[in-house]
């Protein structure tokens, strides 16, 4: 019964190349994102998606692009992947604040998914 | 602006000692909320707790004990009696709220914490 889950879990491929990374969240959350871990384990966020909605995006290339055909899905396509693509990306879901109030509630965060490009 | 410090790169202590993670946050916000995080080797991140601005009781969960301060924004996090089972990077997180009730979190930098038998 896993909460949050990403495929693939390893991703090894030739620079250049288009790959994808899906990620399902079985919450019932309505906010889903995606988080960029490099190198260094510096955690960072890319994308945030609400009720099919883009609500952030922290200014990612475009050769990424990010797509929510649900509220419970959250996929990642990488276009023309380059070295410093390579990285662990999480996928994450919470639920959004209500109205005024802030949202207090934590992410939960899938398993990762390591790429590295070649 | 948003940040999170966490000073202490690495850490390593002997098994059975006690051991504080330090955290330090800036924030524009009067209502927020600070979470740790652990990342075993395993790499995944496993939430460990939330904290609201409002609230500066400190809080212990077993051998894990939270020391929230605003007068100096930090969040310090301890473990009692450490075991090699809590080796792993611990990073503590500061939410950042968008209008429309959104938020992101903002992570520091990580402290590897190795705990030796």
């Known amino acids: 019964d896993t909460a949050v889950s990403q495929t693939p879990k390893y991703l090894v491929t030739q620079m250049g190349n288009d790959k994808s990374i899906k990620c399902e969240q079985n919450l019932g959350h309505d906010t889903m994102y995606w988080y960029k871990q490099d190198s260094k384990k510096f955690l960072k966020i890319m994308f945030s998606?609400?009720?099919?909605?883009?609500?952030i995006n922290e200014t990612v290339p475009n050769r990424f692009s990010p797509k929510s055909p649900d509220k419970a899905h959250l996929n990642l396509h990488i276009n023309s992947l380059e070295l410093g693509d390579s990285a662990v990306y999480f996928c994450a879901s919470s639920h959004r604040g209500q109205g005024a109030q802030r949202p207090s509630h934590e992410q939960f965060f899938g398993p990762g998914t390591r790429l590295t490009v070649l | 602006a948003q940040k999170v410090t966490q000073a202490q790169t690495e850490i390593s202590v002997v098994e059975k000692e006690d051991v504080t993670l330090d955290c330090v946050y800036e924030?524009?916000?009067?209502?927020?909320?600070l979470f740790w995080y652990k990342q075993p080797p395993s790499g995944e991140l496993v939430f460990l707790i939330r904290?609201?601005?409002?609230?500066?009781q400190n809080e212990i969960s077993g051998r894990y004990s939270w020391n929230f301060q605003k007068s100096t924004s930090s969040f310090n996090f301890t473990i009692t009696a450490s075991q090699v089972v809590d080796s792993a990077v611990y990073f503590c997180?500061?939410?950042?709220?968008?209008?429309?009730?959104?938020?992101?979190?903002?992570f520091g930098a990580g402290t590897r914490l190795a705990v030796h038998p």
């Open positions: 998606y609400n009720n099919k909605e883009l609500i």
């Open positions: 924030t524009r916000d009067t209502t927020y909320y």
């Open positions: 904290r609201n601005s409002f609230d500066e």
């Open positions: 997180a500061l939410s950042d709220f968008f209008s429309g009730g959104y938020n992101k979190l903002i």
